[in-house]
């Protein structure tokens, strides 16, 4: 049988965390599943957002049967990887807002947290600051908007940067070197977000730990890898539009699909 991964975010975002994986593990079948219906989870209401998520990413992972599962969402990872673990018995790799870098790399001793405001306003993220960044101050950003801006770009259209802006506005004037990217989806706009934040801000995600980590999960059978690469997709809307299938075949999807064909 051979070795597949299970990458699961709320919509686009989690894409820049499959890409780092398939950096290290080019030779894996991937499945990605995204829960577009109820994007975006930053604003989703916790018991809603538990429930869908993990009976969802349960089933799949019992159609599919993945080695390891990622939950490639900082929202959804604040939330669900206890439950999840309790239904599943495959790894899962949850996300974590790369703060512990982050306050190790910053000379100014002030780090930003840009993230979706489920994430800004949980205890964990409070938790890994306080174990993470003593020393440091840590300001919390919570960036909804750019979420949208990450799956419209995603669908070819046009970034605004008015948009871009008024969502960092709060970052620039600061004496903060290093942003930590808190969202999946984020990442996909770094260059846009570097081009308004300026150069002197140093940006981080957890994209290469998270791949770093799987690797190390996986590296125990080697043997089972598979020489024709599988790539696949599920959304959980009814369809898609065009545009997001083109980037999605762009970056190697072989097959896209709504998630009916596959659970029925
Ligand atoms: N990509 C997800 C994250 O890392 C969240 C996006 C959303 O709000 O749906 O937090």
Known sequence: MPQSILVFDSGVGGLSVLCEIQKQLPDYAYYYLFDN???????????????????????????LTPSLVVIACNTASTLILDELRQQIDIPVVGVVPAIKPAALQSKTKHIGVLATP?????????????????????????????????????????????????????????DIDVLVLGCTHFPLLKEEIQQIVGEKINLIDSGKAIAN????????????????????????????????????????????????????
């Open 37 to 63: 219906a109820r994007l975006p989870y930053g604003k989703l209401a916790e018991d809603e957002l538990i429930s869908g998520a993990v009976s969802l990413i349960t089933s799949v992972v019992n159609k």
């Open 118 to 174: 489920g994430t800004i306003e949980r205890d964990y993220t409070q938790t890994l600051i306080d174990n993470y960044a003593k020393g440091c101050r840590v300001s919390l950003f919570s960036a909804n908007e750019l979420v949208i801006i990450a799956e419209r770009k995603l669908e070819a259209k046009p970034i605004k940067t008015m948009e871009l802006e008024r969502q960092l506005s709060e970052i620039q004037g600061t």
């Open 213 to 264: 980590r799987v690797v190390a999960l996986l590296s125990e059978s080697p043997e089972s890898r598979q020489n024709e690469t599988d790539v696949r997709a599920w959304y959980t809307t009814q369809s898609i539009n065009q545009a997001l299938e083109e980037s999605l075949t762009k970056r190697g999807f072989k097959k896209i699909s709504p998630i009916t064909e596959l659970l029925g």
